[in-house]
């Protein structure tokens, strides 16, 4: 691979396979956190971030991220979105990023069910009583992003949605497949440098050493988030959640406006997915192609991903 300078003189960056744990750890363990804290609701503890402040004129967005990511992502758009007027959250899910790492069988099973039950309980403990504005990206946890709100329309003024699969037809990516085969799932679960490889597979561009350290932090200091992956991914049944998904905000049951801000660089998710769900709803939802961004368009260029927003929620 390509050797960074670091930031001490005469030292060398050395990529994850071949670093030392413990000295890679020591770099990063304080990165990533930008407006971030722990925050304890029900049995567990959320790492949110926070933006703007409750009475931010224009009310309030949650950003939710997808598997095998973090919260970390949406930084820059809800620090701009903040600046624009907008009280805005971004939580890790449970399992994921800094929150808590339940053992799985222990209080949490890592179900849609389970995701959801612990979501509405954090929507109580960070006071979020009035209806807010729903962003969602990716995988996994991301559709369960997206079921939920199915679930609770009356919760919600408009939901935009960043590339996400949408219809039964959206490919499910090689990891996810993976993570399914006893052992080979194992394997590939404990690999530190498996979100940062996920990212820079889905998109034209390849993350920065200093935001690299971020995605791989959670899996660097302990195997717990891994077992979080492997079980969400086993516990998940993709077509189901994929047809209800694709039925559910079709025209004749679903009615709140639906931003799809899609990164059309996409290698997991292609655009042509996007416009077969716009085909279903032509009248609620609206299509904005982002330009250069691939399959995280907030990490990608998260400037245009703003501009995308502040129109449509405005």
Known sequence: GVVEPQRHPGAVESPAQDGN????????????????????????RWFVRQTGSPDSRRGTIMFLHGAPTQSFSYRTVMAQMADAGYHCFAPDWIGFGFSEMPQPGYG????????????????????????????????????????????????????????????????????????????????????????????????????????????????????????????????????????????????NSWDKPILLAWGESDKYLPLSIAEEFKKNNPSVVKLKPIEGAGHMPQEDWPEKVVAALNSFLY
């Not at 750890?25 to 971030?36: F, M």
């Not at 612990?118 to 990716?138: H, Y």
């Not at 996994?140 to 997206?146: D, K, P, T």
């Open 21 to 44: 744990v413990g000295q890679m750890l020591y770099r990063t363990e304080d990165k990533g956190r930008e407006y971030g804290k722990s925050v304890r609701s029900g049995e567990f």
């Open 108 to 251: 949490f099973d890592f179900k849609e069910e389970e995701f959801h039950k612990a979501f509405d309980e954090l929507l109580v403990t960070l006071n979020i009583t009035e209806p807010f504005f729903l962003v969602v990206q990716g995988f996994l946890v991301g559709s369960y992003g997206l079921t939920w709100a199915l679930k609770n329309s009356n919760k919600l003024l408009k939901v935009a949605i960043l590339n996400s699969p949408l219809t039964v037809s959206s490919p499910v990516p090689g990891v996810f497949k993976q993570l399914r085969f006893p052992l080979v799932g194992e394997f590939t679960c404990q690999n530190a440098i498996l979100a940062e490889r996920f990212i820079e597979a889905g998109s034209p561009y390849v993350l920065k050493s200093e935001k690299a350290d971020v995605y791989r932090l959670p899996y660097l200091s302990s195997g717990a988030p891994g077992f979080a992956l492997l079980e969400a991914a086993r516990k998940a049944n993709f077509q189901d959640v994929l047809s209800r998904i694709s039925a559910g905000f079709s025209s």
